[in-house]
């Protein structure tokens, strides 16, 4: 806290009475809370510029399958220089994420409670891809200064595999475990569509995860994924094949809204039910986005929306979730949405009353929120 104390005492001795009606002693304390906080804020982007380290040269997973481990035990089987990995060694043992042991050899251990965070692609509290994608937008930060000074954006697509994987596996344990098995049997018509067999699309579906999930958890379904980037896509395909469902989960390069595709054109009134899952906002054009989901689906299908747990309206103490949405927002979503021509530049904080406007100006007559709880995840049904 050495720091942090040099900044408050500094602000301390500098005088002044601050606002009317507030004492000195008072505005420095608000000044010494703010640069604690942003002292803690530089802990915590190292932290994940560590974890980023630890995840993309495999310490973690040596450490999780091998550990307890030294350095030079941890630099020779993961191919990595060992001096290295002492430094990482003993920051994340600093940093609490490692346990050490004190004797001559300092071994490091895992433990399987911050496995679980740090290494499990399958748990819920699966984490550690934030550090990806944080890493890929501070690396794209020279172009985000071009682009909030001169216009335009930053496009996904440039923004690399840290971006395009850490978004995916982010989501992965989510719809693997939750989607077919808690959220949608709360939905009864689409649960039993589905449960029965249907020919479903999945729009914006990224890595394919969401397709994945819908083939495992309703085994007589079709889906038909889209999407507009073409790692993505080339991604799913692999998912699908290593999960065994290709033969009822296809992918294709598609842009929805303009219907402007490199290999097929997505058809219309064909699909018993249209997901789109946490892509709305970063569309350019989400009223076309929607106009194609309508027309596609046949009469009366459902059409479901997942997106961004968000307040009804800003609300400057709306809390921790949407200080993390408007995070995203300034560094990846809504500068991607930007580098396209014509785009309505949403963002990620996408209100209700938004996606509200959207789905009325592309015809939907109504658009209900469903009763599926999730700390950063709202579910809607277009009709």
């Keep these: 806290m050495a720091t942090v104390e040099g900044v408050n005492a500094e602000g301390a001795g500098a005088g ?5 009606g507030v004492s000195e002693s008072e505005d420095v304390s608000t000044s010494e809370v703010l640069a604690e906080r942003v002292f803690a804020a530089a802990i915590g982007a190292a932290e994940l510029q560590a974890i980023y380290l630890g995840d993309r040269l495999g310490w973690y997973r040596a450490l999780a399958d091998f550990g307890p481990l030294t350095s030079t035990e941890l630099a020779d089987r993961t191919a990595t220089v060992e001096r290295y990995a002492r430094e990482w060694l003993e920051q994340q043992a600093v940093a609490g994420y490692l346990d050490v042991d004190t004797d001559a050899d300092r071994r490091y251990t895992l433990s399987a409670a911050h496995a679980a965070v740090l290494v499990d692609p399958d748990s819920l509290l699966y ?4 550090a990806r994608l944080f890493v890929a937008t501070t690396t794209s930060m020279p172009r985000l200064l071009d682009a909030y000074r001169h216009g335009g954006g930053v496009t996904w697509e440039s923004m690399g595999v840290d971006a ?9 344990p989510m719809f693997l475990r939750q989607l077919c098995q808690e959220f949608l049997p709360t939905i009864p018509d689409l649960h039993t569509t589905l ?9 914006g579906m990224g890595e394919g995860w969401s397709s994945v999930a819908l083939a495992i958890g309703y085994p007589k379904v079709e889906v038909h994924g889209f999407d507009v980037d073409a790692a993505s896509v080339a991604a799913a395909r692999r998912h699908a094949s290593d999960y065994g469902v290709d033969e009822r989960v296809h992918f294709s390069l598609v842009d929805v809204a303009g219907q ?9 009134g064909t699909y018993d039910a249209v997901f789109a899952f946490e892509c709305l906002h970063d569309v350019p054009d989400p009223v076309g986005f929607l106009s194609t989901a309508r027309s596609i689906a046949r009469p009366g299908a459902p059409v479901i929306v997942m997106d961004e747990r968000t307040a009804s309206s800003f609300d400057p103490g709306a809390g921790q979730v949407e200080q993390l949405l408007y995070g995203y927002s300034l560094t990846c979503c809504l500068p991607d949405s930007l580098s396209h021509p014509g785009s309505v530049g949403t963002g990620t904080v996408m209100r209700k009353s938004t996606l509200e406007s959207f789905a009325l100006a592309a015809g939907f007559e109504r658009v209900d929120v469903l009763p599926i709880e999730h700390e950063f995840l709202r579910f809607y049904r277009l009709g």
């Design 260 to 268: 402007a595709p490199e290999q097929e054109r997505v058809e219309s």
């Design 195 to 203: 449960t029965d067999g249907a020919k479903v699309a999945d729009l």
């Design 127 to 130: 984490v550690a891809p934030m």
């Design 164 to 172: 395009r994987e850490g978004q995916a596996l982010l989501n992965r």
């Design 16 to 20: 002044g009475t601050g606002a009317e």
